[in-house]
């Protein structure tokens, strides 16, 4: 257990449904992230966010849609997803200020079909 | 892209063998990060580099970074079947608008034999 805990571990969905994806910690960190992680490419970063307000987000499609209601807590809410969407979705938090690298949860393993 | 680009792809090696694993980079940096992933779980952070220091050591780590040649290299002496995994350099910078962007490499994917 890294102390950032993604729910739930695997997740099958269909392209007309909505789902959400949910990332916790309680390091005391004040970042929290999403990335991508497709079979055969880098982790791309999606989101970024810093003392619960959104500072990047990176060409991301609309149909993710995240969500921080406070710094313990990180939403990915998805609707009408596509098959290329299919991958690991991981979060991650961080202490922005005081660099000493980022943990991970495990990670959802997303297929759409 | 600040993306990082790591060398060799894959490594197979004995147990017992050091590994070496490059990663370059292309724009200037606040830290560059070494993180490991065993298969389809997620990362762990190793060791972490300013950009103002050249060598660091964490147990069997070894990781040097030359920000004249934006490179950094990755080593791991008398490696152990439970080595293997991915390995992911990570460069960070700041964002102007607060917060911090930690962007990865492509990965090496390390195998050790018994």
């Known amino acids: 257990e890294t102390g950032v805990t993604q729910t739930p571990r695997h997740l099958v969905m269909g392209m007309t449904n909505k789902k959400s994806l949910k990332c916790e910690q309680h390091l005391g960190h004040n970042a929290m992230y999403w990335y991508k992680q497709s079979a055969k490419k880098p982790l791309e970063l999606m989101f970024v966010?810093?003392?619960?307000?959104?500072?990047e987000n990176n060409s991301v499609p609309s149909r993710f849609s995240p969500e921080c209601p406070n710094s313990s807590h990180l939403f990915l809410h998805l609707h009408t997803l596509q098959p290329e969407d299919s991958a690991l979705y991981l979060c991650?938090?961080?202490?922005?200020?005081?660099?000493?690298?980022?943990?991970f949860g495990s990670g959802t393993r997303l297929t759409v079909v | 892209s600040q993306q990082g680009e790591e060398d060799p792809q894959a490594l197979s090696i004995q147990e017992g063998e050091n590994a070496t694993m490059n990663c370059s980079y292309k724009?200037?940096?606040?830290?560059l990060q070494w993180y490991r992933q065993n298969s389809g779980r997620g990362l762990v952070h190793l060791i972490l580099i300013r950009s103002n220091e050249r060598e660091k050591h964490s147990g069997r780590l070894r990781v040097t970074l030359d920000t004249s040649k934006k490179s950094s290299s990755l080593l791991i002496t008398a490696s152990r079947a439970a080595d293997t995994a991915s390995y992911f350099c990570a460069t960070e910078w700041r964002l102007t608008g607060g917060g911090n962007k930690l962007t990865f490499g492509t990965g090496t994917q390390l195998k050790v034999e018994l």
């Open positions: 991650a938090s961080s202490q922005d200020r005081f660099p000493r690298g980022y943990t």
């Open positions: 966010y810093s003392l619960e307000e959104r500072v």
């Open positions: 724009t200037s940096i606040n830290n």
